[in-house]
Structure formats: C-alpha cells, structure tokens
C-alpha cells in the first residue's frame, strides 16, 4: 500500500518558469510534511516541511501548500532555475507516542530546467 | 559542521554473502534512521536507532539488521545476500527521535552479482 503519492514523476519547465509537485497522502495521523532535493550521486537533501496546522510556508523561491481535507500538499519552485535539476522526493511521517518516527516517501519526480 | 558520513561508498558482493555498512551521524545528533532507495521501490525506511536501542522497524526480512554504538554511530548487517538487495543504503542523523529533521549522508551503494 502506497501510503504518499507523488505526480507527475518527471516534468521539463523552462528556466523562470514555475515548477509545481504534487503529492497525496492516505494515512491522516501524518503530522509532519518534508520535502527533499537529491542530485545524482548525492544523498537526500532537506529542502522545506510544514506540519498540518499551517496551509502554506514559504522559503526563498519554495513553497509548500497543503490542504489538509483534501489530504494533499504541493511544492512549488518559483523562477525555477537550471540548477534546481534534480529529483524530488515528498515524504510524511508521524509520531506515535513521541518514540517512533519514520519517514515514508513518494516515489520522487525528475525535475530538469532547460536554460 | 560535518555532516553524516557513510563508510564505504560502493561495494560488490556476492550472491549468499553478508555485508556490513557504516554511519557515522552529524556530532550531536542520537538518532540514526536507514533507508533503502532503489529505481523501483523508491525509498524504503529499514530502522531506527535512538540511544542504542532501535525505535522503530520497517517491514524487511530479518536478514537486515543494524546497531548503535554509545558515541551514536551505526552500523547494518545484511546477511544472504541476494540480488535484489543491490540498492543504494542511505543513512540520516536527526537530533532525536520524534520532531526533528533528517539529515541524509551521501550512501553506500551495493551491489549484489
């Protein structure tokens, strides 16, 4: 059971475009949203998270938006550049009685910016 | 500040072998999580350990196995290796266990012949 789904899973934007990432989530005992960068060869990379009592945070050009009904929460790159190139990986997880924590991903989306 | 170290980064084994892997977290940091990331299942929490003892488990076979040492590090097992354990095994530092970020290392990555 695929409890974080991630779309699209690849997406070509131009550079100063906005790249929007979308992902859905089954289990509403998540509490904590993160989203991660990887580049080839390299380990995950803490990008931005949000709990559910926001509906948005913003940090540089990322934003996080998250609809808590819907069970659904996004990332949007403004001014995407080519560097921003990169695999992006939604993920949740959830506290059960402050000793287990785990984070489950989506299946990631290939992000590439041509110049 | 340094951050999470994972020693070594690239092994081949042999199909019925076993294999260790190391990680050593970002100083001061007591939680150590490993996750196993391949093209088809994604990302895949395997354990983790917070002062020593593992916290929490995710649903691999027994032949996965990790520990932690009192100055935080850790360490995985597999043993029988077979070749669908060929992946990239990643490892992630967080203060504690609970409400804290996860700092990824850059991974080992197995593969299994």
């Known amino acids: 059971q695929q409890q974080v789904k991630q779309s699209p899973q690849s997406l070509i934007v131009q550079k100063g475009g906005i790249s929007i990432i979308n992902c859905a989530y089954e289990?509403?005992?998540?509490?904590?949203f993160p989203w991660y960068q990887q580049f080839p060869g390299k380990g995950p990379a803490l990008l931005i998270a949000?709990?559910?009592?926001?509906s948005e945070k913003k940090e540089g050009r990322f934003t996080i938006s998250f609809n808590k009904s819907a069970k659904q929460f996004s990332l949007h790159i403004m001014d995407s550049q080519p560097g921003d190139s990169a695999t992006y990986f939604c993920?949740?997880?959830?506290?059960?009685?402050?000793?287990?924590?785990?984070?489950?991903f989506g299946k990631g989306t290939l992000l590439t910016v041509n110049p | 500040k340094a951050g999470v170290t994972q020693t070594p980064r690239y092994l081949i084994k042999t199909r019925g072998q076993q294999v260790t892997l190391s990680c050593s977290p970002i100083?001061?940091?007591?939680?150590v999580s490993w996750y196993q990331q391949t093209p088809g299942q994604g990302l895949q929490f395997l354990f983790e350990?917070?002062?020593?003892?593992?916290?929490n488990k995710g649903n691999f076979p027994g032949r996965f196995s990790g520990r932690q040492f009192s100055n935080s590090r850790s360490e995985m097992n597999v043993s029988t290796l077979e070749l669908g354990d060929s992946a990239l095994y990643l490892c992630?530092?967080?203060f504690g266990s609970g409400y804290y970020e996860q700092y990824f290392g850059p991974g080992t990555r197995l593969t299994v012949t």
């Open positions: 992630a530092s967080s």
């Open positions: 289990n509403t005992a998540f509490d904590y």
């Open positions: 949000i709990r559910p009592d926001v």
């Open positions: 993920a949740a997880s959830l506290n059960s009685g402050g000793s287990n924590y785990k984070l489950t």
């Open positions: 100083s001061g940091h007591r939680s």
């Open positions: 350990y917070f002062s020593e003892t593992q916290r």
